[in-house]
């Protein structure tokens, strides 16, 4: 069979770890079509990766609506959504199988995909559990996919168990792991301190967006009780958590570490980052649907701290390839920190050890293989 024509669906043009993975994929798919409801940061990497771009008429700032609102508090925008479905399916008709990569694409493409009669893929990123989304819309995730999705791809174990758990046909997920690539700069953590700026001394990093389940908090709070650390944090808030940024600063001129905290905001140069620092943390306090700058920190060589929820245990080889601490416990995870710091050798075995199995596990082309023997199955199933 020819390759198949795919249409991408993203909701949001921020740029997260769900669109970096996306941009990963479709770097296979030239001349496929991206389909986006939002001009922006994704909408120009996806033109320069040489896919053709559509953009929606009705779907700016639709990725404002957050992902626990009731469905009522989002019906004003009804006719906003049936706008951009329509849209879909008019696109749609001009592609083999149509593949949504976050679930507000996914809502709408399935109701698209019904009209359009065109197989669908969901990359599903997220942990379709409580602490992640309302239960309406748990309920509609899993009766759509149920019924409309033809295959549903989750990056780790503990994604396909929360959307089975959730209702979602067991029979209808693939795993397909992140694949994560990174340069590594050759010079020592020393002299990358003094090209960017850093200070001396211990200093850990966190390296996700702000956001309040992402768990920077607790990393403050461990930071109180660890004198003469010092910590960089970040990552911006890229979906409307500027009230939790404003939270952090305050909390930590509250807990007088203004002089050990920096924030450094979005950064491209994240991987260069984590060799300078002696420790990754990521504090989690909701289960990480995968975690790519866990990978990222085992390819940089940096020790990595996370909170035992969601993948982390999995992509830390439970425990041997990082160091696992309880979520939403400053306690268990400065006691972490601090026998981190202390490890004579830095941990060299363990690094080494998380180095090799991130490059086994989590490649790029392993991943863009994987996803498309996933839309050639489902091209061919809809060709019979
Ligand atoms: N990232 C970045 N700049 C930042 C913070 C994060 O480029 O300032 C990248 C990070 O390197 C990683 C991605 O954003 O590749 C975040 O992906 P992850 O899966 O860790 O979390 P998500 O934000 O998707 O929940
Ligand atoms: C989501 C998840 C993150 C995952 C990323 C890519 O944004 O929060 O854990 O790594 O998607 O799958």
């Known amino acids: 069979m020819a390759t198949p024509r795919v249409m991408f669906v993203n909701h949001t043009s921020a740029i997260a770890g769900a669109e970096l993975v996306l941009l990963d994929v479709v770097r296979r798919w030239q001349g496929a079509t991206a389909f986006l409801f939002e001009d922006g940061p994704l909408d120009q990497a996806m033109q320069r990766t040489g896919l053709a771009v ?17 469905l009522w508090r989002a019906a004003p925008l009804a006719g906003r959504l049936a706008g951009v479905a329509v849209e879909i ?49 748990r309920r509609l995730q899993v009766t759509l996919a149920n019924r409309f999705a033809a295959r549903v791809v989750v990056p780790s174990a503990p994604a396909a168990a929360a959307f089975t758990a959730a209702g979602g046909r067991a029979d209808l997920v693939e795993i397909v792991p992140n694949g994560v690539a990174i340069v590594r700069d050759p010079r020592p953590p020393a002299a990358i301190r003094v090209a960017l700026g850093l200070p001396d001394g211990p200093l850990v990093g966190v390296f996700s967006r702000l956001a309040p389940w ?50 450094l905001g979005h950064r491209a ?26 990978v990222e920190a085992m390819l940089a060589g940096t020790p990595v701290i996370a909170t035992d929820a969601g993948a982390a245990a999995e992509i830390l080889d439970h425990g041997a390839a990082g160091t696992l601490v309880p979520p939403a416990d400053a306690a268990a995870l400065a006691a972490a920190i601090a026998r981190t710091l202390a490890a004579p050798d830095g941990l060299a075995a ?35």
């Open 350 to 384: 363990q690094r080494a050890r998380a180095a090799a199995r991130a490059r086994a596990l989590y490649g790029v082309e392993a991943m863009q293989e994987a996803v498309a023997a996933v839309i050639a199955r489902v091209a061919a199933g809809a060709a019979r």
């Open 269 to 294: 140069d994240v991987p260069l980052l984590m060799q300078a620092v002696d420790v990754m943390v990521h504090p989690s306090v909701a289960p990480e649907p995968f975690g790519r700058t866990l």
């Open 54 to 70: 559509v953009r929606s008429r009705f779907g700016r700032g639709l990725s404002a609506v957050k992902r626990d609102a009731s």
């Open 214 to 263: 992402k768990g920077q908090h607790v990393l403050l709070d461990a930071l109180a009780g660890l004198p003469g650390v010092g910590a960089i944090v970040v990552g911006d808030a890229l979906f409307g958590e500027q009230d939790y940024a404003a939270a952090l600063h305050a909390q930590a001129a509250a807990l007088g570490l203004a002089e050990r905290v920096r924030f």
């Open 89 to 137: 399916a008019r696109t749609a008709r001009r592609h083999d199988v149509v593949y949504a990569n976050s679930q507000k694409a996914f809502v709408l493409a399935a109701l698209a995909g019904a009209v359009a009669r065109r197989p669908l893929v969901w990359h599903l990123h997220d942990i379709i559990d409580g602490s992640h989304f309302g239960s309406a819309q």
